[in-house]
T-cell receptor
């Protein structure tokens, strides 16, 4: 699975959009981009995933660049409860289901 | 609907004792995963099962660790004998695998294990 690079920490004001970047320059054509987050003392929580098209669900939007070498997770109206560590993971679709977690981005939402 | 259920939530025991962690996956899910999280190493995959069969146990640290899945609704992770360096939070996750849509993994709230 391709390696990902994320900033170690970010801050965002409550009510603003939080934009979390992820670089995955070695991604291959059959690899998906997944985002999970981990709120303190809880298990990781799935947010969203995509292959090459932008995706949106009730939690967030995922923007993947045309060359697929980077992506951005967008939380449109961040709340204090969005404070968490956010993990960007790239892995092959189908078959094996392994997730390899990096260090992630610690996002702090400030009041 | 019930998510992944792990027990116990907390376990404190002395070095050398046997520890058994339990997991009930989401009904209908055919993949089950065991992860360990420490400050030093982050989240690591230990082992995963597909249809109750272990598929990849390359993350299991050593022979003191063993995992079983006797049926589709129950799995155990056992450490015998336990050592202080096994102290960590252990997570279980399950997913509905296969197909094109790549279903996500759903995690339990973990077992916080402390070995004294």
């Amino acid at each position: 699975d391709a390696k990902t690079t994320q900033p170690p920490s970010m801050d965002c004001a409550e009510g603003r959009a939080a934009n979390l970047p992820c670089n995955h320059s070695t991604i291959s054509g059959n690899e998906y981009v997944y985002w999970y987050r981990q709120i303190h003392s809880q298990g990781p929580q799935y947010i969203i995933h995509g292959l090459k098209n932008n995706e949106t669900n009730e939690m967030a939007s995922l923007i993947i660049t045309e060359d697929r070498k980077s992506s951005t997770l967008i939380l449109p109206h961040a709340t204090l409860r969005d404070t968490a560590v956010y993990y960007c993971i790239v892995r092959v679709g189908g078959g094996a289901q392994k997730l390899v977690f990096g260090q992630g981005t610690r996002l702090t939402i400030n009041p | 609907d019930a998510g992944v259920i792990q027990s116990p939530r907390h376990e404190v025991t002395e070095m050398g004792q046997e520890v058994t962690l339990r997991c009930k996956p989401i009904s209908g899910h055919d993949y089950l995963f065991w992860y360990r999280q420490t400050m030093m190493r982050g989240l690591e995959l230990l082992i995963y099962f597909n249809n109750n069969v272990p598929i990849d146990d390359s993350g299991m640290p050593e022979d003191r660790f063993s995992a079983k899945m006797p049926n589709a609704s129950f799995s155990t992770l056992k450490i015998q004998p336990s050592e202080p360096r096994d102290s960590a939070v252990y997570f279980c996750a399950s997913s509905l695998g296969g197909g094109v849509r790549n279903q996500p993994q759903h995690f339990g709230d973990g077992t916080r294990l402390s070995i004294l």
